[in-house]
């Protein structure tokens, strides 16, 4: 049965590769000539590189924040800050595009990188949190007991430790940027589409074998950074697995 979900895929990559006359990668050479597309692609990238960055800086010192917050109201803040994976994303495009209209905020790749980082910023919350749970207190300890300020401590030792789940975070709010269609499809402006609207935009005409050809570099790119993830350091550093 589960072969049954990845039939389209293969039909898509073989429609990637066939013509009329058998094998060819004109399809792949058509989608690089196309201005429109690489620039929608160079628009994905500014977008997924900007909000992965924002996202993982963010989210990686409010994680340890709230991991060093005594007080009772730090369930309510982890709850708060998990809000954007609570709520159905249609939800959260409306109300994001509200907001930004009482602000009086113009749409266009700006608000698109501002709606990525308010969404993806939970996950890399949420894996660091993952890490900061399975690390040894005594490390912190040693340190204030040697005369550490806790600047100190989190600059030698909590950033190197948390490393591995930081660039975990980093990869998954990339790829959840980059291949983000319903939120942005909501808060981006006129003529600055990135590649995932331009491949909707696309599809109203028609599927073609470009279209594949696009879908199929689409995904190739992100098995490559899942390739990266998985092959790192960093599921076995979430767990504390050594």
């Given at each position: 049965?589960?072969a049954?979900?990845?039939?389209?895929?293969?039909?898509?990559?073989?429609?990637?590769?066939?013509?009329?006359s058998?094998?060819?990668?004109?399809?792949?050479?058509?989608?690089?000539?196309d201005?429109?597309?690489?620039?929608?692609?160079g628009?994905?990238?500014?977008?997924?590189?900007s909000?992965?960055?924002?996202?993982t800086?963010?989210?990686?010192?409010?994680?340890?924040?709230?991991?060093?917050?005594k007080?009772?109201?730090r369930?309510?803040?982890?709850?708060?800050?998990?809000?954007?994976?609570?709520?159905?994303?249609i939800?959260?495009a409306?109300?994001?595009?509200?907001?930004?209209?009482?602000?009086?905020l113009e749409l266009?790749?700006?608000?698109?990188?501002?709606?990525?980082?308010?969404?993806?910023?939970s996950?890399?919350m949420m894996?660091?949190?993952?890490?900061?749970?399975?690390?040894d207190?005594?490390?912190?300890?040693a340190?204030?007991d040697?005369?550490?300020?806790?600047?100190?401590?989190?600059?030698?030792?909590?950033?190197p430790?948390?490393?591995?789940?930081i660039?975990?975070?980093?990869?998954l709010?990339?790829l959840?940027?980059?291949?983000?269609f319903?939120?942005?499809?909501?808060?981006?402006?006129?003529?600055?589409?990135?590649?995932?609207?331009?491949?909707?935009?696309?599809?109203?005409?028609?599927?073609?074998?470009?279209?594949?050809?696009l879908?199929?570099?689409m995904?190739l790119?992100?098995?490559?950074?899942?390739?990266?993830?998985m092959?790192s350091?960093?599921?076995?550093?979430?767990?504390?697995?050594k």
């Amino acid at each position: 049965m589960l072969a049954l979900l990845y039939i389209p895929i293969l039909v898509m990559l073989i429609g990637s590769v066939l013509d009329s006359s058998g094998l060819t990668l004109k399809w792949f050479q058509e989608v690089f000539a196309d201005s429109g597309l690489m620039s929608a692609l160079g628009n994905s990238l500014i977008v997924a590189l900007s909000s992965s960055v924002l996202s993982t800086l963010l989210g990686t010192f409010a994680a340890i924040g709230i991991f060093r917050t005594k007080s009772k109201m730090r369930f309510a803040v982890e709850g708060l800050s998990l809000v954007s994976l609570i709520f159905p994303e249609i939800v959260f495009a409306l109300s994001l595009l509200s907001w930004f209209f009482v602000l009086g905020l113009e749409l266009g790749l700006t608000t698109v990188v501002m709606a990525h980082v308010s969404f993806s910023l939970s996950y890399v919350m949420m894996t660091v949190s993952a890490r900061l749970a399975n690390m040894d207190a005594s490390l912190e300890d040693a340190a204030r007991d040697l005369g550490a300020s806790e600047l100190e401590i989190i600059k030698s030792i909590l950033i190197p430790l948390l490393k591995p789940a930081i660039f975990g975070g980093f990869i998954l709010s990339f790829l959840l940027s980059f291949d983000d269609f319903l939120i942005t499809y909501f808060v981006n402006g006129v003529g600055q589409d990135t590649l995932p609207i331009k491949l909707y935009a696309a599809m109203k005409m028609g599927v073609s074998p470009k279209l594949h050809a696009l879908s199929s570099l689409m995904l190739l790119f992100t098995c490559v950074l899942l390739g990266i993830l998985m092959r790192s350091r960093v599921l076995k550093a979430l767990f504390g697995q050594k």
